[in-house]
């Protein structure tokens, strides 16, 4: 049985959470703290996602990402095979981990959970990244490929929730209509809003 450990308002788990629902694997989803033992015995650092499937312990949802995908979705298209394909998948995958942690995923953590230390211009980030995905995604249907791969799932939670950081997706009508395509997959999860 694979577990998933994490906490339900986190895009970080919200992404690994939507490849196991689109790849119909059967889990269960352990709530767990950022200081709670069982998660700093699993992962010393304290973040979340950790993923156990068997004797496998893995952090860090851009590699429980490739690894689902590697290991129970093989033939599919979340996770090109050919190397240019690939390499698409893994520029979003980084810009999911810098510009988007850093911009929109950064001024929600300030507005919903008063998160000290994060990135003081994470409005102005926010804003270049958005213009950025919206001029990308104008003619696109999709961040990497002409099908929804792991880099529109790494990138959907945080660009969607942003507005949970006092950030308008109004101005980004490609960004809206990519959100939408990726709500309308099969299997699609919807990351909570927090009340």
């Known amino acids: 049985m694979i ?3 994490g906490m339900p308002l986190s895009g970080h788990v919200h992404r690994v959470r939507l490849l196991l629902s689109m790849l119909g694997l059967d889990y269960r ?3 767990v703290s950022a200081s709670a ?8 650092l ?3 996602p950790v993923l156990r499937d068997g004797d496998l312990v893995l952090s860090d949802s851009n590699a429980i990402l490739v690894y689902l995908a590697k290991a129970y979705g093989a033939g599919t ?3 090109p095979d050919d190397a240019v394909g690939a390499a698409h998948v893994q520029r979003w995958l980084s810009i999911a981990a ?4 850093q911009g929109p995923a950064a001024a929600r953590m300030v507005a919903l959970f008063g998160k000290a230390g994060e990135p003081a211009d994470a409005h102005a980030r926010a ?3 958005l213009a950025f995905m919206d001029n990308w995604l104008d003619g696109r249907a999709y961040l990497a490929a002409v099908c929804p791969t792991l880099a529109d799932l790494a990138c ?3 660009t969607a929730h942003a507005p949970e950081g006092s950030i308008s997706l109004e101005p980004y009508p490609h960004v809206r209509a990519w959100l939408e395509r990726v709500e309308a997959l099969p299997g699609f999860v919807p990351l909570p809003w927090r009340d």
């Open 29 to 31: 989803f352990e709530i």
């Open 46 to 48: 304290g973040q979340v």
């Open 37 to 44: 033992p069982e998660l700093l015995a699993l992962n010393p």
């Open 98 to 101: 810098g510009e988007l942690r």
């Open 3 to 5: 577990i998933l450990y």
């Open 127 to 129: 804003a270049g990244l």
């Open 156 to 158: 959907y939670g945080y």
């Open 77 to 79: 298209h979340w996770l």
